[in-house]
């Protein structure tokens, strides 16, 4: 968007929506990739408290949330069992009819155990999205 200024701004277009989930509070809402908020849990959970209906989905979106636990995993870890009945489990993994179904499956197969041991459990794990090392989120009610 840098190179189109005459464009709606991200400022402009999450007020714009912001402003339509105002208007219609009973409108009930799916957010897609963390509600375009992932960079922050802190802006997501205003929305969320903001708009009771608002949900949003976390499909390519997952290793913001591991890069924000790697910086403050209680902070993201309160967050998802906070809203854990509004964050919905979604891909972006599509299959496009190649000629290696069985490789597809097992990259599938690889993220999802990954996001789950993320969500999961209290291992240590590294990304290859960011360097460093993170702690598992641990999501579950203790």
Known sequence: MFLHPEYPSYE?????????LKQHPDLTFIGCHLGSLEWNVDSLAIRLDRYPKMAVDMAARICHLQY?????????????????DRL???????????????????????????????????????????KGKLKDCNCQRR
């Open 12 to 20: 402009d277009q999450i007020g714009a929506r912001d402003n339509m």
């Open 68 to 84: 924000q636990s790697s910086k403050d995993r209680e902070r993201v870890r309160n967050f998802c069992i906070k809203y854990q």
């Open 88 to 130: 919905l489990y979604g891909t972006d993994i599509g299959y496009t009819g190649s000629n290696n179904p069985e490789g597809f499956k097992k990259r599938t197969h690889n993220i999802w155990a990954d996001d789950w041991k993320y969500f999961a459990t209290d291992d240590v794990m590294t990304s290859d999205k960011f």
